[in-house]
């Protein structure tokens, strides 16, 4: 279907000023929009023309409005029309109780229209996904992927062996997974032509929006017979994900490169990404367009970052230089000349602050300093290089048992 | 980025039963989310330690409020979307933060239930 | 054969910080992990955990607020393998302390760490299968419950400890 399509809006209610102002406000926007007083009238527009949105008055000629509610919500062609309500009720319980009745939205009475534009645009923001589908879906149910990420979702549908589409939208990107009968058959998304590979690299969306429309799919095959390794998989995906990205600046932070003179001792992988942010860029976008897959386009940012080579292209000056000096590196002479294990052991941790300072790690405080705040804070803070090898740990981990 | 010492004194309050408001009235209202979130992972965890494969995390939601329905009370105007993703927070700070009081409140009481640890308010 | 005869060149040696507002907690952690403990005349303790001739643990336990306020992580954070920090779940103060160390330590050190919080044998309800295997608070960082009355206990503290850190190789 064409996302160019002119969006038809139903007005029911009185033709006064307000209203029209309202409807011309709409078509201004470049609304269909159609006013119509009459109950009877409404409903056949409903039924024939099938509007993407109606506003109306559920007070105005007393039941006759009710009883054009109840009608589309009773049409299995018109019942997902969203609704904004418009209504001088102020009663709390009442406008509850209206909600609880599947209205989408509501306005007090008086209104401005300019505010009722507004609220519609964004009501037909949120519903876009939904109204794009074919006319013979059942409702579903929207929210953010904060509170429900992607597995959630699919689990959800398995539970009720659910047939459907899900919409995600990460604020720049869209893409949709097919699920039928509780299984994973498609997963589309831009620049990813594997369906396995779309459907890992949605995981990733942990921000966003999710719209879930309950729909006959017709597409067979699932990704996979079991679901079970692909929530398995998944969730290590999404973990790994919160992990890596936790260590990051936020990943709409635009990035650029600050130089480029050590480009020769960097890995191929760190010279390829680098070069995508010869102009700022943010992470995702960066690793959109890359070549790598979402992991390893991460980790390679995340490596370019603490190798200062690239910075925050909105820079802060850090706010911690104090703290940054109370905690000035410090070599006590007794470690650099240990003489024995002792020594070796103790001396160098009781922070002798008249003993000599270490140049060098002074100097790199200082250049961190001089950084901006996300690639500063990784920077500045001092990572354990682990010691031991992977086979010694994992013997010691043997000698501590289970 | 919430400070692990912030991480640490909730995730104390959660597994001493004690309900979390003294120390969200300390926290700025913009690291309410991400201490929630937090919060939320380590819930999860819980449920799928003590529940195993029987653990289901509609379940929780179930007992959580949907913030169509803390919408639905405070009778606020905005669109849905924006109460979901506190894009108001600057505009509505205390709103923001009176949603999360209710669902921390929730949320730290459920746990409770499933440790089988007594809550105190 | 004399603790201070290790030679730390022939050996292998992984060395984990124990820290934390009791010393008398760090000891009893060191102790149960290790074979050889000493404690200094500086409150600070020692232990050595033999895994193989040729690998082997050294834990070093540093004193109490001041001590470990005003010790040189910088300068060992690089070294070493990872810190635990210790308290007694139960009170406040302690816990208060912790939070302020491990504030320090984040800003400033980014190194693989645990959190334990000891019950010390007091029945606290919560089935042990909820925090065995540790609560993570970043990809480097965990918090585990310890009961110092209980021996192994402190192996699990460790394993959680160790699984990180070979996590963090893969």
Redesign the interface.
Known sequence: MNEQQVHRILIYDKAAADVERLAQLLKDSAYDVTLLENAQEAFQFCLTDRPDLIIFDIKREGKESEDFFLQVKNQYSTHRIPLLLTIVETDYKKRVELLEMKIDDFVPKPYYPEEVAARVINLMQEFKPTTLLPKAVERGFWGSLREMNLIDLIQTMELGKKSGIIHLNRGDKDGQIYVNKGKIVNAVVEDYDSVERAYLHMLTWIEGTFNVTFQEIGMSGPLKDDNDSLFREGAKVIDQWR??T??LPSLHTCLVTVSTEDAQALSYAERAMLSQFHKPKNILQAIDVSDFDDFDGLKVIKSLLEKGLLIKTDARQPN?NQ??AT?R????RA?RNAK???S???S????NLKSEKNSD?QLSMNNNEKSVDGAMVAK?????????T?A??????Q???? | MI???T???F??YL?MGQSPGALLDSVEVNDIAPIYDFIWE?AL??GI??RGEHFSQSDMLKRLKSVEQYKLETGCKEPLQRCMTNECISEHAGCVRRKYDDQFGRLYGLIADY???EYRM | MSL?????DTH????IVVAGPSLPLQKRFITHLCNEVVI?N?S?V?GRSK??DE?Q??F?G?GEKE?YM???W?????????YVLVYDWFEGNG?TS???L???L???????GI?V?DIGGMP????R???E?G?????K?Y?S?WDSTDKTNA?DV??IL??S??N???
Do not use: C, W
């Open positions: 992990r890596v936790g260590e911690d703290k940054a905690f590196p410090v070599l006590d470690h024995s294990p002792y070796h052991i103790f160098i941790f009781q922070r790690l500045s803070r001092i990572a354990n290089k682990i010691q031991l992977k010694e740990l994992l013997l010691i981990r000698k501590l048992g289970r | 400070s692990p010492g991480q640490l004194q995730l104390r597994l380590k965890e819980i330690r003590i440790l089988g640890i | 201070l005869t290790v030679q730390k292998r040696i992984g060395e200094t500086n600070t020692f895994i193989t690998l643990l050294f070093y540093i001590q005003d010790f040189a910088d300068l060992v954070a690089p070294k070493m393998l990872g816990f912790v939070q302020q491990l504030n320090t984040s800003r400033h050190v980014e190194s693989h959190v919080g606290i309800n919560i089935d299968a909820v925090y295997s609560f993570s608070l970043s990809s960082l918090f419950l192996k460790l394993k160790i699984d850190l070979i963090h190789l893969e």
